[in-house]
T-cell receptor, first 114, second 114 residues
Framework: QQQVKQSPQSLIVQKGGISIINCAYE??????FPWYQQFPGKGPALLIA?????SEKKEGRFTISFNKSAKQFSLHIMDSQPGDSATYFC?????????????FGKGTHLIIQP | EPEVTQTPSHQVTQMGQEVILRCVPI?????FYWYRQILGQKVEFLVS????????KSEIFDDQFSVERPDGSNFTLKIRSTKLEDSAMYFC????????????FGNGTRLTVT
């Protein structure tokens, strides 16, 4: 029940296209859903996060869509650029339950082809 | 921009040996975390630390692991008797608030147990 399932495992998108990465969860107590971006040799860096009281959050070219009833959330990268090539992790947290540790998905290796 | 620093970047040790991984969190942060990432797999929560004590630990964080904040700046993870399966990237993270605030990750220590 603590799992976060992420898909696809890898994704190739043409420059200028839309990259879409999906995550699903079972634990309805999760109340914080961040996305992290990781470049080779670096630690994960927070990209954008959402709480379940909104269905969408946009920051620049990055948008999170959240479907509470389906227990799914997704990351959309508009106008994808080669510099967006990285591994993306979704995560979830039951902060209301006092949890500290994020539960991460398995990651999506995104390649943007020029 | 302040960042979390981790040393060493790579540590090789023999099975059964003790290792200490070191981290310097961002100076005004109060919450500290260790995560690990086995090669090619997801990032996994190990432990959180606040006010000089563990606030949450995962099932992975068994008796062979310990954390310490020996002074005002360092945060360490000790593995008492390393096993082959402890080989992984270990990431330190810090935040200024609890749980659902952005985590700032270091670049990790790659631990190789032979």
């Amino acid at each position: 029940q603590q799992q976060v399932k992420q898909s696809p495992q890898s994704l190739i998108v043409q420059k200028g296209g839309i990259s879409i990465i999906n995550c699903a969860y079972e634990n309805t107590a999760f109340d914080y859903f961040p996305w992290y971006q990781q470049f080779p040799g670096k630690g994960p860096a927070l990209l954008i996060a959402i709480r379940p009281d909104v269905s969408e959050k946009k920051e620049g070219r990055f948008t999170i869509s959240f479907n509470k009833s389906a227990k799914q959330f997704s990351l959309h990268i508009m106008d994808s650029q080669p510099g967006d090539s990285a591994t993306y992790f979704c995560a979830a947290l039951d902060s209301g339950g006092g949890a500290d540790g994020l539960t991460f998905g398995k990651g999506t290796h995104l390649i943007i082809q020029p | 921009e302040p960042e979390v620093t981790q040393t060493p970047s790579h540590q090789v040790t023999q099975m059964g040996q003790e290792v200490i991984l070191r981290c310097v969190p961002i100076s005004n942060h109060l919450y500290f975390y260790w995560y690990r990432q086995i090669l090619g797999q997801k990032v996994e929560f190990l432990v959180s630390f606040y006010n000089n004590e563990i606030s949450e630990k995962s099932e992975i964080f068994d008796d062979q692991f310990s954390v310490e904040r020996p002074d005002g700046s360092n945060f360490t993870l000790k593995i008492r008797s390393t096993k082959l399966e402890d080989s992984a990237m270990y990431f330190c993270a810090s935040s200024d608030k609890r749980s659902n605030s952005p985590l700032h990750f270091g670049n990790g220590t790659r631990l190789t147990v032979t």
